[in-house]
Nanobody, 121 residues
Framework: QVQLVESGGGLVQPGGSLRLSCAAS????????MGWYRRVPGKQRELVAS???????NYADSVKGRFTISRDNAKNAIDLQMNSLRPEDTAIYYC???????????????WGQGTQVYVSS
């Protein structure tokens, strides 16, 4: 069993900042990619940022230069620092991790419950 717990969402004015945090716990042999996705009503879930176990990052074009993802492998955790927030960043943000629970198993995706980010004046 693997659980992902997010924190840090909330209400912020345009131009403001938030930091989201996610920690994985449970039966974990290793974790491959981790990342943040977001969803708004009527739209497909989209990748915001991801990071490999080696530290290679990938960002959606819409957040490049504004968001930074970081990873602490020892703590099985990732953060998302969000600066210069815009109303279009309003969404539910979900933490994702591809986890190998045992050495004999393939990795599989796990998801957090989501945390709401609302950007408005």
């Amino acid at each position: 069993q693997v659980q992902l717990v997010e924190s840090g969402g909330g209400l912020v004015q345009p131009g403001g900042s938030l930091r989201l945090s996610c920690a994985a716990s449970g039966t974990i042999f290793s974790i491959n990619d981790m990342g943040w996705y977001r969803r708004v009503p009527g739209k497909q879930r989209e990748l915001v940022a991801s990071i490999t176990s080696g530290g290679t990052t990938n960002y959606a074009d819409s957040v490049k230069g504004r968001f930074t993802i970081s990873r602490d492998n020892a703590k099985n955790a990732i953060d998302l620092q969000m600066n210069s927030l815009r109303p279009e960043d309003t969404a539910i943000y979900y933490c994702n991790a591809n986890v190998r629970p045992f050495i004999a198993e393939w990795g599989r995706d796990y998801w957090g419950q989501g945390t709401q980010v609302y950007v408005s004046s």
